[in-house]
Each structure stands twice: as C-alpha cells, then as structure tokens.
C-alpha cells in the first residue's frame, strides 16, 4: 500500500459511514435504539478513520493538491459538491461528537433535537466524500497531484 491508496480507503470509510447512518435512521425510526446506538457509533468510528487516514495522506503529500479533470457544467457542479461539503464537514466535526454525548449521557430530548440538525448534514457529507473521490479520481481524472 502506497499513499496513493489512501483517497480509495478515505471514500470506501464514507461509504460504510453513509450506509450505517442511513442503517441508523431506518431503526429508530422503528424503535429499536439497540440498533440505531450499535449504527450510529460504528458510523461514528468509521467518521473518524476516515479522518485518520485523510490528515495522514495530506501530511504525506505535503501540500499538495489533486487537480479535478473535468471542464464545463460538470466542474462547475464539482465545485458546489466541493465547497459545501467542505464547510459542512468542518461543522461536522462539532455536531457528530455533541450529538452523542447527549445520547450518551440519556438526554435524548436534546439528543433528538441535535440529531434532526447533524442528521442531513453528516449524511450529505459522507454522500459527498464519497461523489468527491469519484469526480477527482475515477470519473474526471487531471494528470496527477501537482
């Protein structure tokens, strides 16, 4: 394995964070908080390697940037999924965590409250993780890092 794996892992993580939150959803919405808990905190773990694995791969490559291959309408759509999926994630990173503790500690009003906001916000950025390495790497590749 290279550093070069490491964008394929990073979209794999958010794929099985996507498919856990979206598994999550579907049993509290039919009452089994078993499940939804065993969901939501695998999502939660599968989040946060993802994290691992994407500050290891921008620290290995040091600053540099993979260049998106596409042109027209599709790079301008490219560049929506990018920069809201980069804020949003950033905001994540506040929202998952507080969530849970809420969850955590039994307060599941407030819990429920925190949920209806960080819900569609984790999903759409582990739905765009995933869209992102698609755009960069397998659909509208550039030469390479630069």
């Known amino acids: 394995m290279t550093v070069h794996d490491l964008p394929a892992i990073e979209a794999t993580l958010n794929g099985v964070?996507?498919?856990?939150?979206?598994?999550?959803?579907i049993f509290?919405?039919?009452?089994n908080r078993g499940a939804h808990r065993a969901?939501?905190?695998?999502?939660?773990?599968?989040?946060?390697?993802?994290?691992?694995?994407?500050?290891t791969y921008?620290?290995?490559m040091r600053g540099a940037h993979t260049?998106?291959?596409?042109?027209?309408?599709?790079?301008s759509l490219y560049l929506v999924i990018l920069w809201t999926h980069i804020p949003l994630?950033?905001?994540?990173?506040?929202?998952?965590?507080?969530?849970?503790?809420?969850?955590?500690r039994g307060n599941f009003e407030r819990h429920r409250a925190w949920a209806r906001v960080t819900f569609?916000?984790?999903?759409?950025?582990?739905?765009?993780?995933v869209l992102v390495y698609l755009f960069l790497y397998r659909w509208w590749p550039a030469a390479g890092p630069t």
Not at 17 to 25: D, E, K
Not at 46 to 54: D, E, N, R
Not at 67 to 75: D, K, M, W
């Open 120 to 129: 569609p916000i984790w999903y759409y950025v582990s739905v765009t993780g």
């Open 67 to 75: 260049p998106f291959g596409g042109t027209g309408a599709i790079r």
């Open 28 to 31: 509290i919405r039919g009452g």
């Open 89 to 104: 994630a950033a905001v994540i990173a506040f929202l998952v965590p507080r969530t849970f503790i809420f969850a955590l």
């Open 17 to 25: 964070a996507t498919a856990l939150i979206t598994a999550g959803f």
């Open 39 to 55: 969901c939501m905190l695998a999502a939660a773990a599968a989040s946060a390697l993802f994290l691992v694995f994407y500050l």
């Open 58 to 60: 921008h620290a290995l």
